[in-house]
């Protein structure tokens, strides 16, 4: 575990020297091309009309009633790439760029299958993994699900694995 924490430890370390150096607005909302700010928090209150669930309904149309009575699939109760970009948006112009790339792979993540996503975080363990198996999700991350953050952190891995013989096979 401890290596686990090394490595997200270094990553971070990536990102917060990154946040000093460059104070510009990257978040990439795609609700008409708007970017969100601070005033716009909380999204949940003030964008209600524009925040839907996976299938496309309206929060108004999800109540625990609905819940309740099985009226509403349980996959709308997942929040939506668009919302956690949203949220990042927020997060990056009230000067939180660590927190907006958080959400921006959050946002990366809801591509993913769920199986899918558990066998990638298996691969990231100790010694489970080669290096190639490593790169090969990365390029699976980047080619089919357009998660480029993700695939960034996969190869990092990578690099760091092999540098501290973390790697399959190295015990």
């Not at 100790?126 to 080619?143: F, G, M, Q, V």
Request: hydrophobic share 35%; proline share 2%.
């Amino acid at each position: 575990m401890s290596d686990i924490n090394d490595l997200v430890s270094n990553i971070l370390k990536q990102v917060n020297n990154s946040d000093t150096t460059s104070t510009t607005f990257t978040g990439t909302s795609v609700q008409n091309d708007k970017q969100y700010g601070v005033e716009d928090y909380p999204l949940y209150e003030k964008h209600r009309d524009i925040i839907k669930t996976p299938s496309g309904k309206a929060l108004n149309q999800v109540t625990l009633d609905d819940i309740a009575n099985n009226r509403v699939d349980r996959k709308d109760l997942r929040i939506t790439a668009e919302a956690l970009k949203m949220q990042g948006d927020v997060a990056g112009a009230a000067g939180r760029k660590t927190l907006q790339m958080n959400f921006d792979r959050a946002a990366e993540l809801t591509k993913i299958p769920d199986d899918r996503l558990l066998e990638m975080y298996n691969a990231l363990r100790p010694y489970r993994s080669t290096k190639a198996e490593l790169l090969d999700i990365a390029n699976e991350l980047r080619s089919k699900y357009s998660a480029t953050i993700c695939a960034a952190w996969f190869e990092e891995a990578a690099k760091y694995y092999e540098s501290r013989q973390k790697l399959k096979g190295d015990k």
